[in-house]
């Protein structure tokens, strides 16, 4: 069941879970609280790419109670408050302590905490947390994956034509990274598209069957690193755009989709450049 090798000892899955969403849950309540104070918001790699001393704090909260929790577990943080790592070995934490920070500054809703636990590189818990609705989806590894108290089931056969997909506008205007007219053609063969402005909750919505596939062209470990843990559980496929495994290490093109569609997207509407 849930028991697993660390340090020489064995550790039950099911403490570090219960102990993984005790901190998610607190974390929501001070986020939430900061509305109340004052945010302060900076740039990052460009003048859209926005981070807030909330992110940082939060990402400190995590930090003090997973070591208090284990001190050989070893966290690789968005914003890189903690020792980072160089491999996945041991246990892992990849968090992103605000996922969607445009969401949470203009927004004040529709952005997420998301965790992933990893032991030796295989993801074992994972948890996409949207923090105004108070919403869980988390998977263990092996037992399932849960919207709150209710099972989340294995995604069911979708067409392409019945699909609705999460896809950022960009991707479908001239853009340096893929080939936007086999884009549009892929905007013309399905039902619908959505964008939501949060990867972990898009990858949230493929999961639990609001959305049928989400693609974006750059996303980082964080963005991507508990999703694709409840993804497993679910049968939801997430890969590169070569459809290669997720890189835990390094930013890459990321796809996640029901099954039905994984490959024929990949396959008849993505060109990378
Ligand atoms: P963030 O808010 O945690 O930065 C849509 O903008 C999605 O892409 C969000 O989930 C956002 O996560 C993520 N994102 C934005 N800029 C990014 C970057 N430079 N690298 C990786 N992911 C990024
Ligand atoms: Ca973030």
Not at 144 to 172: C, F, M, T
Not at 220 to 236: L, M, N
Request: with cysteine; charged share 25%.
């Amino acid at each position: 069941m849930g028991l697993f090798q660390e340090g020489g000892g064995l550790m039950d899955l099911r403490e570090v879970d219960k102990f993984a969403k005790e901190i998610i849950f607190e974390a929501g309540k001070r986020i939430r609280e900061a509305f109340s104070y004052d945010i302060k918001i900076e740039t990052k790699a460009d003048a859209n790419d926005l981070v807030t001393n909330i992110d940082r704090e939060t990402e400190i909260f995590f930090i003090e109670k997973i070591k208090a929790f284990d001190s050989s577990h070893k966290i690789l943080g968005e914003e890189g408050m903690g020792e980072g790592i160089q491999s996945l070995d041991g246990c892992v934490w990849i968090i992103d302590p605000i996922d969607g920070t445009m969401n949470f500054v203009k927004q004040h809703r529709h952005f997420m905490i998301t965790i992933g636990f990893f032991v030796d590189g295989i993801g074992k818990l994972g948890y996409i947390f949207d923090v105004m609705r108070e919403d869980l989806f988390y998977a263990i590894e092996g037992e399932g994956a849960w919207y709150n108290d209710s099972p989340l089931r294995k995604l069911q056969h979708v067409p392409l034509e019945k699909a609705v997909i999460g896809i950022n506008a960009s991707w479908v205007i001239p853009n340096k990274r893929v080939n936007h007219e086999k884009m549009i053609e892929l905007v013309h063969s399905v039902r619908g598209t959505r964008s939501y402005g949060s990867a972990a909750m898009e990858i949230a919505f493929v999961v639990s069957g609001k959305l049928d596939a989400y693609i974006s062209m750059r996303l980082s470990p964080w963005d991507i690193g508990g999703g694709t843990i409840i993804a497993r559980e679910v049968g939801a496929f997430a890969t590169n755009l070569k459809g290669e495994p997720c890189s835990l290490l390094s930013q890459d093109t990321f796809i996640i989709a029901n099954p039905s569609i994984h490959s024929e997207i990949l396959t008849n509407y993505i060109e990378e450049k």
